[in-house]
């Protein structure tokens, strides 16, 4: 039999590193509950000393999730650790995650420690960790860019501290795959006790090679590897957990390990993460991309109606592709509306939010003909957004757009549940309202991304909009759909303002330590 492939999935911690990904708790909460869904390992639910909101979050996943190991991560810190500690206490498995930089520069240059300073304080932040739990994972950060024999010296002692998991990061994506695998290989070789750990892998893809260098560690003896949906992550990303499990699962006569995800599950978790992030996934990303299934090549689609394997590698419904949707009209009922939603990994948690949703479920049917799985989970999304921040809501929008004039809308918003309503001209439609609601909020940021696309095919097909925008350093995205893209752009845009209006400013430590 294989050996087993541990996956860490770290998108509601790594992943939310990402400028302007920053999710709420039941953001958090819903997208673990598809991780555990999938059978994901391990998951990183956050860095709990990083402000009270990350705690709360890490703390409500190790509450709800009963399948995977809820992790947090800490510095190798007193403080830290009992945060932590606190933070994943509620699991039924609850792993704490530390960790110190041993590469010279950033001993040097950023923490200003000598070598056996570092040494010393990982051993004890190891132990620290072990007073809480059994489950302790470790990682050198930097540990690409670190002195071999330092680093041998470190995981060494580290593991006879107790660290059950030794993580392995290439934290600024400096690692080639010949490198990184050599690495690996040397400190299992070379490392005494290398036997009494899982040996795991980080990866970050700043030249690419993230999935690269994860999956040659896996052939040189790793058998945890970190990824995040979407390969979402702070500057390049990290490496992508869809393309290491397929990887892995397809290429069985190369890799002596698998992994127990359900990956069937794939899609649907990169959907909801893409939903609620704002980070759309480009057609031609491999596995969860739009067309990664696609074939327009005349000779192609000859080859795959003849024989699939001749033109796929991978079957489309094993990482939840498939034709097989149920379409939701205006006349389905609340019923299958809730049933659909929950085979989509969707609960309420209350009838009034099931009432809620179907209400603008009934109105999004008299808009639009038919309703695809798209349209739901978009539906979805938008209704626990909406509910997160309730200081602005739009009442009502005119827009007049037509050849020869200039644009112009009038905005009607709820403040604080007073209305207030201006008007003002713009270079189109959108322009128009985006500027008549600033008159209102009186915002003062910067508009630093605005996206759309379509939902599903055809004319009436909903429009989603995504925005961010930048005020005072924090970064924040707004989301929004609806068949009129106007008042999809007009929603994503309030969004986006309630989140600076409700969200106190989140304090990162592990943005000057990443992993």
């Known amino acids: 039999m294989s050996e087993q492939l541990f996956i860490f999935d770290t998108t509601l911690r790594d992943g939310e590193q990402s400028p302007g990904a920053s999710m709420t708790r039941d953001e958090k909460v819903r997208i673990a509950t ?303 509306f809730r049933t659909r939603l929950k085979e989509l990994g969707i609960d309420f948690k209350t009838e009034e939010e099931l009432n809620s949703a179907f209400a603008r479920f009934k109105e999004l049917a008299d808009k639009k003909h038919e309703i695809f799985d798209e349209d739901l989970q978009a539906l979805v999304t938008e209704e626990g957004l909406e509910h997160a921040a309730e200081r602005f809501k739009m009442v009502t929008l005119h827009v007049c757009s037509q050849t020869g004039e200039t644009p112009k809308a009038t905005v009607t918003l709820s403040v604080n549940g007073e209305e207030e309503t201006a008007v003002a001209e713009g270079s189109g439609p959108v322009d128009a309202t985006f500027k008549a609601i600033e008159r209102i909020v009186q915002c003062g940021g910067q508009l630093q991304l605005y996206s759309v696309s379509n939902i599903t095919s055809g004319t009436d097909a909903q429009g989603e909009v995504t925005v961010r925008i930048e005020k005072g350093g924090r970064i924040v995205n707004g989301h929004g759909a609806d068949t009129d893209i106007v008042i999809a752009s007009a929603k994503s845009y309030i969004m986006a303002l309630n989140k600076l209006e409700s969200q106190a400013l989140r304090q990162h430590p592990q943005y000057s330590q990443p992993i």
């Open 34 to 336: 598809v991780l555990e869904r999938m059978r994901v390992d391990v998951i990183e639910a956050g860095f709990p000393a990083a402000s009270p909101g990350d705690y709360e979050a890490v703390r409500a996943v190790a509450t709800v999730v009963k399948g995977s190991t809820v992790c947090g991560l800490a510095r190798a810190v007193d403080a830290d650790i009992e945060r932590a500690a606190e933070a994943v206490k509620p699991a039924q498995s609850g792993r704490i995650h530390t960790f110190i930089a041993t590469s010279p520069i950033h001993m040097r240059e950023k923490l200003r420690m000598q070598p056996e300073e570092v040494l010393k304080q990982a051993v004890r932040a190891v132990k620290q960790a072990r007073r809480y739990t059994d489950n302790v994972e470790f990682s050198p950060e930097d540990a690409g860019r670190s002195e071999l024999d330092f680093l041998c010296r470190v995981v060494e002692a580290a593991i006879k501290a107790g660290a059950g998991t030794v993580n392995i990061p290439d934290t600024v994506g400096y690692n080639v795959p010949s490198q990184f695998g050599s690495l690996i290989r040397q400190l299992i070789d070379r490392v005494p006790n290398s036997d009494q750990a899982v040996f795991s892998v980080h990866c970050h893809n700043d030249l690419g090679l993230a999935v690269a260098n994860s999956l040659e560690a896996v052939i040189s003896g790793a058998r945890q590897v970190e990824c995040t949906i979407n390969g979402l992550g702070e500057r390049a990303g990290n490496a992508s957990l869809e393309e290491i499990v397929m990887a892995v699962r397809t290429r069985q006569d190369i890799f002596p390990c698998d992994t127990q995800l359900d990956t069937t599950q794939i899609v649907p978790a990169s959907r909801l993460v893409s939903s609620i992030t704002g980070f759309s996934v480009q057609p031609n990303k491999a596995v969860v991309g739009a067309n990664a299934f696609a074939h327009e090549s005349g000779i192609h689609q000859d080859g795959v109606i003849k024989k699939r394997e001749t033109y796929e590698i991978m079957r489309a419904e094993d990482v939840g592709w498939s034709a097989n949707r149920m379409v939701l009209g205006k006349h389905s009922g609340r019923n299958a």
